[in-house]
């Protein structure tokens, strides 16, 4: 499909930057990708014409998506882009979402994906913690951002998708610019990039609080797209819908194994469940990854007939997926093979079930994907006995490179694996996952549960004392616990036991739930919250005590 879009056809007047700053397209013989930018530029030589991204009516072609990230690195350049200087992007799945992830790093940036989800307090500790310097949004995002960019004296410059219509204070030195001006910029040379160098930096909730900032390299998400799409067998006909966010490792996967493999992607930002099923059918999907809600929830409606004539798969992550919902799934696209899956944001993706083996192992998270080893430790570091539990250790290409600016969480994940060092004057890191699995007989894996007290909910990791501070914040709470109780939909629910602030009698749980709402995103909001008497107990550390708070609160419910 040609490429389409008023705003957009100036990116095809560059065509002629891509030769001038990169040198000629890769000819037969030549080294595959190894940058992330190179996989769109692979495939655009392959067939240029062939259409790489749709997004609502509007379709681009690989030569034209190429021509924008050339175009955006240029203007990134211009700007005076340093080396891994960091690009936050805080927009809804679009065009310019993805230019922006994969120009950063042609520029020689690194790019900081954040959710839409996201309130402005929240994209400003992001932006914050790793000293964001370009921050691309829309004006209407940029509205509510503009009131507390200032506790970002990092950000230098804003890009907006469109031109702004009403002015917007900004801090003092912050430079604004519309998407298109920056596009306008003449070619530069940039930054010398090899695979080994920071690509992004993907903020996860970390088990302690405040998210974390999980730094990958080229050579994470070029393996891992790569890997991925051999056991899918994505190919050029495939049409895959990116229904999960960006921002997150395994919604990213979509672009990364499709521009790989020469398949088309659907940008979808759904509200219902049935807007999913209506995109499947009206963009002939063949190819659907999400999470268990959303499954639970698409596998309770009707399925048009053409989408079964289409799909050619569906792949689960972000949680166990209910065997009920499997088999009603099997039932809606009976010719679609189902690929169950685990990943960790901190090694990109980690194992996958084999179609043909779910009918005998439903319960399984299956072995490790190519290019990659999966060990399943004792607390000294020995490998474990058939079956017997022990924690997930991932190790190979896509162990990513620690945690942004944060050595102790980096050495409590990324160790060296015990006994494998032998002779090895540079040590190999491997990510120790804080789940603990077993492996059975025959090699195949088995979720058991977290280590840790983190919740997840809709597919997304929550820490507790994360939902805890906001609600301490709000001063609405005197002391207050989160902890996670299985959810039929959403994996987990959030549950809260809080007492009142000094000097009122009760919770004001309306009050305290519309401040859940201003301050959360949506995934992070307390199913619910049950007042109680203070003080809490605690343990003998002196902390609240959340297992003996959160087992009562399940025995209450039981009896």
């Known amino acids: 499909m040609p490429p389409q879009g008023p705003c957009r056809c100036r990116v095809l007047c560059h065509t002629f930057f891509v030769t001038f700053v990169f040198g000629p397209a890769p000819g037969p013989g030549m080294p595959e990708s190894t940058l992330l930018h190179e996989l769109i530029r692979e495939s655009a030589r392959r ?58 790093p042609a520029a020689g940036g690194v790019f900081v994906p954040m959710n839409p989800l996201l309130k402005p307090e929240q994209v400003v500790f992001i932006a914050k913690d790793c000293d964001v310097r370009v921050l691309v949004t829309s004006p209407e995002r ?25 002015p917007v204070a900004l801090p003092p030195g912050v430079e604004l610019l519309a ?85 088309r992607v659907v940008l979808l930002n759904y509200l219902m469940p049935k807007d999913v099923l209506k995109a499947m059918e009206r963009e002939k999907v063949t190819g659907l990854t ?43 696209a009976p010719s679609a093979k189902p690929f169950l899956m685990y990943g960790l944001t901190e090694a990109f993706r980690s194992t996958y079930l084999p179609p043909e083996e779910v009918d005998r192992r439903p319960d399984s998270i299956g072995k490790a994907i190519p290019n990659a080893e999966i060990l399943v430790l004792r607390e000294d570091g020995s490998e474990c006995a058939p079956d017997e539990p022990g924690e997930l250790v991932h190790r190979g290409a896509l162990v990513g490179q620690g945690y ?38 025959e090699g195949f894996l088995y979720f058991i549960g977290r280590r840790d007290e983190m919740m997840k909910t809709s597919g997304y990791r929550v820490s507790p004392t994360e939902v805890e501070e906001i ?6 709470v005197g002391e207050c616990v989160a902890f996670g109780v299985e959810h039929a939909t959403l994996g987990q629910a959030i549950q809260v036991i809080a007492t009142a602030p000094d000097g009122s009698t ?46 009562a609160w399940l025995e209450r419910q039981a009896g």
């Not at 690989?62 to 021509?67: F, G």
């Not at 503009?146 to 702004?164: D, G, I, N, Q, Y």
């Not at 749980?509 to 919250?529: D, E, F, T």
């Not at 343990?539 to 708070?549: C, S, T």
Request: charged share 20%; net charge positive; aromatic share 8%.
């Open 471 to 476: 609600l301490y914040a709000t001063r609405l």
């Open 179 to 263: 998407w298109a001006d920056l596009l306008d910029a003449p070619p530069r040379t940039g930054h010398r990039v090899i695979d080994t160098d920071m690509l992004a930096i993907l903020y996860t909730s970390g088990s302690t609080g405040r998210p974390k900032g999980v730094v990958l390299s080229h050579r994470n998400m070029v393996a891992g797209a790569k890997s991925v799409a051999s056991y899918l067998e994505n190919r050029p006909g495939d049409t895959l819908l990116a229904a999960l966010p960006l921002s997150f490792d395994a919604g990213f996967s979509q672009l990364t194994t499709a521009f790989h493999s020469g398949a």
């Open 47 to 104: 067939n240029g014409q062939a259409a790489a991204l749709t997004y609502g009516a509007q379709t681009l072609a690989y030569e034209a998506l190429d021509t924008a990230v050339t175009a955006f690195s240029n203007g990134l350049l211009a700007l005076g882009l340093s080396r891994a200087d960091r690009v936050g992007i805080y927009l809804e799945k679009r065009f310019e979402t993805v230019i922006a992830s994969f120009g950063a």
């Open 290 to 332: 999400a999470v268990p809600p959303l499954y639970i929830q698409l596998s309770a409606l009707e399925w048009p007939a053409a989408i079964n004539e289409n799909l050619r798969y569906f792949a689960n992550t972000g949680g166990r997926m209910p065997r009920e919902t499997l088999n009603l799934l099997r039932q809606r």
């Open 142 to 166: 940029l509205a509510l951002l503009a009131p507390v960019l200032a506790e970002c004296p990092s950000v230098r410059h804003v890009v907006t998708t469109e031109r702004l219509r009403e």
């Open 506 to 551: 009760a919770v004001d749980l309306p009050a305290l739930l519309a401040q859940c709402r201003i301050h959360m995103p949506a995934y992070m909001v307390p199913q619910g919250i049950e007042p109680m008497a203070g003080p809490l107990p605690r343990n003998p550390n002196g902390k609240i005590d959340r297992k003996l708070l959160s087992t």
């Open 404 to 441: 942004w600016n944060d050595a102790e969480k980096t050495a409590e994940r990324y160790k060296l694996l015990p006994g494998r060092q032998a002779g090895l004057m540079l040590p190999e890191y491997a990510v120790f996952s804080g789940d603990n699995v077993r492996k059975d007989a």
